[in-house]
């Protein structure tokens, strides 16, 4: 059993990166003894076939473009990422508000609409949604998007 575990471990890694957490539930109903998978994926770990810093890598790089810090981090610990992996994956992306203004320019490519206005409050709604942060929207829709 522990080879076909192995393998079954291996066949799921090279499919995508998968987090350390993710794989031991995946594989928490084919194990017979929980220390064994266990060491499983510590010995998958260090000989650097399962990285959680890797996945967490590659997460924010497929999904900054469309999404705030708030709603990437909460996505990496949902997973299991821990919170000093999450900052550190976040640190190296593009800071937040020049992100926000390219996904908020994709979706209403005009001037913001004005404070209290129904449109405003769409589209805050729609940033506050994929995770920006309340100062970064604020700074997105009170002026145009090539001024500051």
Request: net charge neutral; aromatic share 4%.
């Amino acid at each position: 059993m522990p080879d076909a575990l192995r393998d079954r471990a291996l066949r799921l890694l090279a499919r995508r990166e998968h987090t350390c957490h993710e794989l031991l539930v995946k594989l928490a109903a084919q194990a017979e003894d929980p220390q064994e998978l266990s060491a499983m994926l510590d010995e998958l770990s260090g000989s650097d076939l399962l990285s959680d810093h890797r996945y967490a890598s590659s997460r924010i790089r497929a999904r900054a473009e469309r999404f705030g810090d708030a709603r990437l981090a909460h996505e990496l610990r949902a997973k299991g990422v821990a919170d000093e992996l999450v900052s550190a994956a976040l640190a190296v992306t593009e800071d937040e508000l020049s992100r926000a203004r390219r996904v908020w320019l994709r979706r209403f490519g005009q001037q913001p609409a004005a404070a209290g206005d129904t449109a405003h409050a769409r589209q805050m709604r729609f940033l506050a949604n994929r995770g920006f942060s309340a100062e970064t929207i604020r700074r997105v829709l009170r002026a145009a998007p090539d001024d500051e």
